[in-house]
């Protein structure tokens, strides 16, 4: 898929407002519903939502609805049912809340319109009404972490964590990955503390200074993001005590890109939203055709250090 | 300052010549509270009293407290300003991003001169066409993150050469051996402080927040006033931003989101009146770092973070309590 590189610098709201009002009807066309999760708070969501319309557009035979419920539930249902109502073909939908937006998809689901949903996993109760889920697999990056984590102490060591949004499921399901496969991987490497970042650089460097602080000696820190992952690292060069801790995220991040580049930064997990939605239209895409999908699709989303560094582009965000 | 509770409290007198210890804590009731609460602290954390502890917690509490000192002169005149968080989102990600495109300088100069062009914005709409403050700013904190989202398109913005800049100064640097950041806070807090206290202008401000009526029978142009008051408030947090972008060498399109409640929470804890036309920016000052070292505190015994959330608003509505209870000289309500 070559379409990476052609992505188009357009204004956000302008490709929103062409692509929910290009309606239309030609034969044997696909119309594809999709409510986000809150495009424009991070660059993640926002590549993914313009790499998705690229795609959509590149493939010729899809129509698509695009919309974005801004991090609310609320509006995210209604979104729903406004999906159902307009009878489209199949709905992909970007939780913003793994339990709540059941009874939707449930509605959605009884009126015979395949849901697909993309990113972030909804709770088991749901699983039944969809046609499948198409996204990272969190946990694997948390064990991934951890092994990495391992590797760069060799074995032996005190670290801390800085997680995401508490409640969040990316942010549940990396930390647990990482807890898990450290405990069997690596018994000499204590984790003496968590405290979550909320997915803000700025939080996170706070969070950091304070366990600096807390802390004569720390080894490693483990960040649910690079964002919050450059926040520590901020911190702790601020605190001259850089040289001493290996730092290690998740969703590599251009800055944790540079980061790992200057040898600051051991490793990351590369994860492309260009890749989440491409992923998300083909499951859908292969749904609609009829064909026999598995319910969890993950995309790769490999680990990222200095020694493979030169595989993988540059992060856009 | 003398002058500052004066216009507040022309007839506490008792509680003003009443001798002793015990008027001391009345009157200081915030600061017993702060030494209480650090004392308190330091029993359960060894490191929580040390040098570096405390300077990184005033460092850390220095872009809240720079905002406060600029939103305790709005409240002071009467009216609130919850915008200010959407609008250090927005003259953090202005300064950050237009830092490689134009150099520090320029997006430096062009930061403060479109914040404070939202000041203006805000200060026009509730000082001049008078329309109420609470709905105003809130209104202009959707607004004002509106516009960050169209302005990045909502990526994150970052300062590519983050070694190599000049800007790093106000978040990272040093002068005297003091953060600054910290030192920004103080000279700040300083400069309003005396013109609250000791020029004809805070005067008029303090008359307008508590008697806006009498305020403009006595000649004093209101609408101005409340007016400036915006400018103030929007100026600081241009300071803010100064800090926030450069310590952080980046930017979120939402970092500043729940500043405005950070803000009001020390403002509060400071005995700032909400109502208007009392009030001061030392206390605001105590506020903010008291609300700085409960979170380090709380962090440092290992609680998670949203302990913080409720422990640092049940001492908010402590502090409220034991404040009113002090003036009505009784714990529960007086007779409705």
Redo the contacts between chains.
């Keep these: 898929m070559a379409i990476n590189n052609t992505l188009k610098m357009s204004v956000l709201a302008a490709s929103v407002f062409v692509a929910s009002t290009t309606v239309a009807y030609a034969e044997n066309s696909y119309r594809i519903g999709i409510t986000q999760n809150n495009v424009g708070v991070d660059s993640y969501q926002t590549t993914y939502e313009r790499a998705f319309v690229e795609a959509a557009e590149a493939a010729g035979n899809i129509d698509i609805v695009v919309l974005d419920a801004g991090g609310d539930v609320a509006r995210q249902i209604g979104q729903m049912q406004d999906l159902v109502q307009q009878q489209v073909d199949a709905i992909i939908i970007w939780p913003t809340n793994g339990q709540a937006v059941i009874p939707a998809i449930r509605q959605a689901n009884n009126a015979g319109i395949p849901v697909v949903v993309t990113n972030s996993k909804i709770a088991d109760a749901g699983m039944d009404f969809i046609a499948a889920f198409s996204g990272p697999d969190n946990v694997e990056q948390g064990s991934s972490s951890a092994e990495m984590m391992c590797d760069a102490l060799g074995g032996e060591g005190q670290i801390v964590q800085i997680s995401g949004q508490p409640g969040y499921t990316t942010a549940i399901e990396r930390a647990a990955g990482f807890e898990e496969r450290l405990a069997e991987l690596c018994p000499g490497v204590e984790l003496m503390e968590t405290q979550p970042g909320n997915w803000n650089r700025e939080r996170a460097q706070r969070v950091m200074e304070d366990f600096l602080t807390k802390y004569d000696r720390i080894d490693g820190v483990y960040s649910g993001d690079d964002n919050m992952g450059v926040g520590a690292l901020n911190a702790a060069k601020d605190a001259g005590r850089a040289g001493d801790i290996v730092f290690i995220g998740a969703t590599n991040f251009a800055v944790g890109y540079d980061a790992i580049a200057r040898g600051e930064y051991y490793g990351s997990i590369y994860q492309s939203p260009v890749d989440d939605a491409h992923a998300a239209l083909q499951t859908a895409l292969d749904v609609l055709a009829g064909e026999d999908v598995p319910k969890l699709n993950f995309f790769e989303t490999p680990k990222i250090t200095a020694e493979n560094l030169e595989e993988f582009d540059r992060p856009v965000f | 300052m003398a002058s500052a509770e004066q216009t507040k409290q022309p007839v506490l007198k008792g509680r003003v010549s009443r001798a002793g210890i015990l008027g001391f804590l009345s009157a200081q009731g915030i600061l017993v509270f702060f030494l209480l609460s650090m004392f308190v602290f330091s029993l359960f954390?060894e490191?929580f009293l040390?040098q570096?502890?405390i300077m990184?917690v005033v460092r850390?509490a220095s872009i809240i407290g720079i905002i406060a000192v600029g939103v305790t002169v709005v409240i002071i005149g009467g009216n609130l300003d919850l915008s200010v968080g959407s609008m250090l989102s927005f003259a953090t990600v202005l300064v950050v991003d237009l830092h490689d495109k134009i150099g520090p300088m320029n997006a430096i100069l062009v930061m403060f001169a479109l914040t404070l062009l939202l000041g203006a914005v805000n200060g026009f709409l509730v000082g001049l066409m008078r329309l109420n403050s609470l709905i105003v700013t809130l209104a202009m904190l959707s607004v004002i993150q509106g516009l960050v989202?169209?302005y990045s398109?909502?990526?994150?913005v970052?300062i590519a050469n983050q070694g190599g800049t000049w800007f790093a100064f106000f978040g990272?640097g040093y002068v005297l051996g003091i953060a600054v950041p910290v030192l920004l806070f103080g000279l700040l807090a300083i400069l309003v402080q005396c013109l609250m206290s000791y020029t004809g202008y805070g005067r008029r401000i303090f008359a307008v927040g508590g008697n806006p009526m009498a305020a403009v029978y006595s000649g004093i142009r209101k609408n101005w006033c409340v007016f400036s008051t915006y400018l103030i408030s929007a100026f600081c947090v241009a300071c803010a931003a100064l800090v926030?972008g450069s310590?952080?060498?980046?930017s979120?399109?939402?970092?500043g989101q729940g500043y405005e409640l950070l803000v009001l929470a020390g403002i509060i804890l400071g005995g700032t009146s909400l109502l208007g036309g009392a009030g001061s920016i030392w206390k605001t000052v105590i506020g903010v770092l008291i609300l700085g070292f409960i979170q380090?505190g709380l962090?440092?015994m290992?609680y998670?973070?949203?302990t913080q959330w409720i422990v640092t608003w049940v001492i908010i509505i402590l502090a409220v309590w034991l404040d009113l209870a002090n003036k009505r000289k009784r714990l529960l309500t007086t007779h409705s």
């Design positions: 954390s490191q040390s570096s502890n990184t850390q989202l169209i398109g909502g990526q994150n970052d990272r926030l310590r952080v060498m980046g979120q399109n939402n970092v380090n962090l440092l290992g998670p973070y949203y």
